[in-house]
Structure formats: structure tokens, C-alpha cells
């Protein structure tokens, strides 16, 4: 039990340090306390398999806490998840899934079930990763003539730091880098010990994805946000601006390492 117990503190170190938030509620108060802000210019929903994430979003727009509303998404990996979550929901199951983006199925979600208006969602729907979601929303925002000057991003929590400095990236190469991304984990799907298994505190965040697919999805994002020649830094493939990886996390993920070496994902 107690070896169970280490696994759980060290899965614990690294989801919230990848679950980012730069505010600690979605929420106007928390932005005019960290930024002196009412609303951000523009809120992204990155797409990924968590409707929670979706709603919140949606929630969050329908509050005035951003001027405008992007969706991004083509089909990834995330796909599958997203639309076995769509078909499996007792009210957004009439939304279309079969082989379509995943921006264009969370639009359909918006406009039928949460009242916001088709013609007010900037929709990208050809980006497949991290990478091209920031990417592919800059040429849209590029091509609309829009530029936001505080952009609040809402995506998969375990992804959450990732995007942020892939958007950081691709801001900074076009000379945008005084844009101020904020970054909100919609939710932060922390484990707990159930009968000896790891599983979600929060049993509504089963909704995200199985517990395999969380491991794995953990074990991936570390290396990833490495500053050397393996990582996607500056010093590596240079596809993040470089990101402060903790001690302690650092040290987490080297223990699950040896633990739980058929997750590892690079």
C-alpha cells in the first residue's frame, strides 16, 4: 500500500504543474486581480475529448469574460475521444460526429445547447496538434484582421502548459510577443487511492479519459516540455518557448520513469 501511495504523490507532483492557471477561477474578479482586466480579448477552446471543458468555455464567454470566441480543432488525436464523449451524452448526442473536426463538432455544441450565436465564433478547424493550433489560429486571426492583445486559452488540463508556450512561439516569430496568454485548466484531474487503485478524485473527471490514457498522456508532456536537445525548447526542436520545469516534477517523472516505463510516449 504504501509503495501505491508513493505512485499517487508522484502522479499528483506533475498534473497540476501541467494543468496550468494563471487565475485561480474563470472569473472577473480573478482577471482584474492578476492582469487589471475585466475580459480578455479573445478566448481560444483548444479542442480536446473533455466536453467539462467545453462547457466551461462556453460558460465562461456567455459571462463576458472575453470580447470574442475561437474554437480550434481539425481531426488529431483527440478525435475518437471527442465524439465516443458527444455520442455517450445524454444531451449533446444529436450533435453530428462522424469524421468531422473537432472545432466543428464543439461549434454545433455551442450554438444548440448553449445559445451563442454561430456568427460569433471564429472557427479554425485544420490544425491537428499543440503546434498547428497555434499555428492555424494565427493565420485565421491574421486573415480576420483581428488582434487580440490578451488571449485566455482553455484546453486539455494535461496540455494546458504545452499550448501556452506553443502559442507563446508562434506569437513570438511573428513580433507579437507583448500578446499576454492566460492560461485556465478548466478542471484538474488530480488521483486518489480506491481500493488500492489510482483512480480520479473527482469521479466526473472520468469524463476526460480513462486512467491508462491519463498515464500515458503524463508521461508524454514532460519530455516534450524539456529546454534541451530531446525537448521541443528552444534548444531542441524549438517548437515551445522555453518553459521552467520544477525541481520536484522533474524528479517525479524521473521515479515513473522507472515505474511505469510501457506509458512513455515521446
Known amino acids: 500500500m504504501q509503495k501505491v501511495q508513493y505512485h499517487l504523490s508522484l502522479f499528483n507532483t506533475l498534473i497540476p ?21 475585466p475580459q480578455a480579448d479573445l478566448l481560444i477552446l483548444l479542442g480536446n475529448s473533455s466536453l467539462n471543458v467545453a462547457e466551461q468555455a462556453a460558460i465562461a464567454y456567455q459571462k463576458g469574460l472575453a470580447k470574442e470566441l475561437m474554437i480550434c480543432g481539425g481531426i488529431g488525436h483527440s478525435t475518437m475521444f471527442l465524439e465516443e464523449n458527444i455520442k455517450r451524452h445524454p444531451v449533446y448526442k444529436n450533435v ?20 451563442i450565436e454561430e456568427s ?8 491537428t496538434n499543440c503546434g498547428s493550433n497555434a499555428t492555424e489560429a494565427y493565420q485565421v486571426l491574421e486573415k480576420l484582421q483581428r488582434k487580440p492583445q490578451t488571449i485566455l486559452l482553455l484546453q486539455d488540463p494535461v496540455l494546458q502548459r504545452r499550448s501556452q508556450a506553443s502559442f ?19 478542471f484538474v484531474p488530480l488521483l486518489k487511492l480506491k481500493e488500492g487503485e489510482l ?10 479519459c480513462g486512467i491508462d490514457r491519463l ?23 524549438g517548437f ?18 522507472a515505474l511505469y516505463p510501457e506509458y512513455i510516449r515521446v
Not at 120 to 127: G, K, M, Y
Not at 203 to 208: I, K, N, Q
Open 215 to 237: 498515464f500515458s498522456l503524463l508521461m508524454g508532456e514532460i519530455p516534450r516540455l524539456w529546454n534541451n536537445e530531446n525537448g521541443y525548447g528552444p534548444k531542441g526542436k
Open 120 to 127: 460569433s465564433i471564429i472557427v479554425e478547424n485544420q490544425s
Open 96 to 115: 453530428w460526429t462522424g469524421g468531422r473536426a473537432e472545432a466543428d463538432m464543439l461549434k454545433d455544441i455551442f450554438v444548440k445547447h448553449w445559445d
Open 168 to 186: 507563446e512561439k508562434v506569437w513570438q516569430q511573428q513580433k507579437n510577443a507583448d500578446v499576454q496568454f492566460i492560461s485556465f485548466a478548466a
Open 199 to 208: 483512480t480520479y478524485m473527482d469521479g466526473a473527471h472520468r469524463e476526460f
Open 17 to 37: 504543474f501541467l494543468a496550468k492557471r494563471d487565475i485561480d477561477s474563470l472569473t472577473e474578479a480573478a482577471l482584474q486581480k492578476e492582469y487589471s482586466i
Open 240 to 257: 515551445i518557448t522555453a518553459v521552467e520545469i520544477p525541481a520536484e516534477v522533474e524528479a517525479a517523472y524521473e521515479a515513473l520513469i
